[in-house]
């Protein structure tokens, strides 16, 4: 009977738990980049908040009077400080809409009709950072120069004279589209990259939607993201232009710091660490902002995967087996 009535397989002996290194190798493979990841850190913070609590505490500590904050209560009231920022603010949002304009449709058509041209509209929104601001703001001086004596019987006169206005100077927000290129064009690749353009086109014209309307109401959605980083770093392009605007006689923010820095030193470095924690402020909500886009965005539904429950065992049959065998006995 005992021979005949079925047994169940032997388990399998259980894994092994991994035994610990003697010498504590992993451990120490683990903590070695952890400890140079802080090294890193450390030094880098360093290198940058020494140069800045520095400059603070020579704005705030004056020899003889002790601590005193009138670098930063006199800001406001300064002279020329509400114009030159009104006035960098401007060209900066006039120089965003520009570089959006003329780069936005230029990398959806070669997307989408001309991907061959590609590296060729790379290579000419990259020729900003070879040309050093001197030279191009060089030539931009001479072509000054130079039109008003040739079109002085023109209406061409009229132009080379309005985009010097100094309450607006047009050629500044020029100059800055060229300057600015590099960045756009970084940030505008990076997220038509992250998006199927083509399908999305094609979707929205099969459903009847114009050219106009695909990229307004279809493209431009899909690149928040990337539009608010091009313009963030066009600000802060244009906020801390100095050279070109400096050489052609103009008076933005940026050079208003230079030029009050002759009198107010501590006011200009007080100013200055402003506009620095400004940007910083503007950084860290435009990286927030992207991540509660990201965040937001439903993920697709998963699919269920195949059911690995093992099937139902059949009936046993063993006790029925031993009965029948023990009943004949």
Known sequence: MAALTPTAPPAAPAPAAPRKARDGGTARTRRRPRVWRGVVLFVAGLYFLVPLVSSFVFTVRVPGQGLTFSAYTGILSAEGFTRSLLLSLGLAAATILLSLLLTVPALVAVRLGAPKLAPLVEIVCMLPLVVPPIALVTGVTT???????????????????????ESFPIVLVL??????????????????????????????????????????????????SALAGASFLTLALVLGEFTIASLLGFQPFAVWIVTVSGAEARMSVAVSLLSLLITWVLLLVLSRAGARTSAATPAPPATPAPSTAPAPAAPSTSGNVSGNISGKE
Do not use: K, M
């Open 143 to 165: 072509v000054l120069r130079w039109g008003p004596e040739h079109f002085s019987r023109t209406p061409l006169y009229q132009t080379f004279l309005a985009v010097q206005n």
């Open 175 to 224: 100059a800055y589209t060229v300057l600015a290129l590099p960045f756009v064009y970084r940030s505008l690749d990076a997220g038509l990259r992250a998006i199927d353009v083509p399908t999305l086109v094609e979707a929205a014209r099969n459903c009847g939607a114009s050219r106009p309307y695909v990229i307004l109401r279809v493209i431009l959605p899909n690149l928040r």
